[in-house]
């Protein structure tokens, strides 16, 4: 990120489990706790957060990951 920090504008996040399966944001193998600063400190203007095939409830799914990534720090 950091290398095209000048042109990256929006980047577009998934998370995997270790089957390489769509998981929930902090449930899956992705570091977010690096990734949240990094994100902040290229100037991101958007950042988009993508689960392809949740395994329950999709509106669940939403709610835990936006309440991960609130736990890190992110605003709404």
Same mark, same amino acid.
């Given at each position: 990120m950091k290398r095209l920090a000048k042109r990256l504008r929006l980047a577009h996040y998934k998370d995997m489990d270790l089957k390489g399966e769509f998981t929930e944001i902090g449930s899956g193998t992705l570091d977010w706790r690096s990734i949240? +600063?990094?994100? &902040?400190? /290229? #100037? =991101?203007?958007?950042? /988009?957060?993508?689960? !392809?095939? +949740? #395994?329950? !409830? +999709? =509106?669940?799914? /939403?709610?835990?990951? &936006?309440?991960?990534? =609130?736990g890190l720090g992110l605003k709404d």
């Amino acid at each position: 990120m950091k290398r095209l920090a000048k042109r990256l504008r929006l980047a577009h996040y998934k998370d995997m489990d270790l089957k390489g399966e769509f998981t929930e944001i902090g449930s899956g193998t992705l570091d977010w706790r690096s990734i949240v +600063p990094e994100s &902040r400190e /290229v #100037k =991101l203007d958007w950042a /988009v957060i993508e689960n !392809d095939d +949740p #395994k329950g !409830d +999709p =509106l669940a799914a /939403v709610i835990q990951s &936006r309440n991960y990534l =609130l736990g890190l720090g992110l605003k709404d």
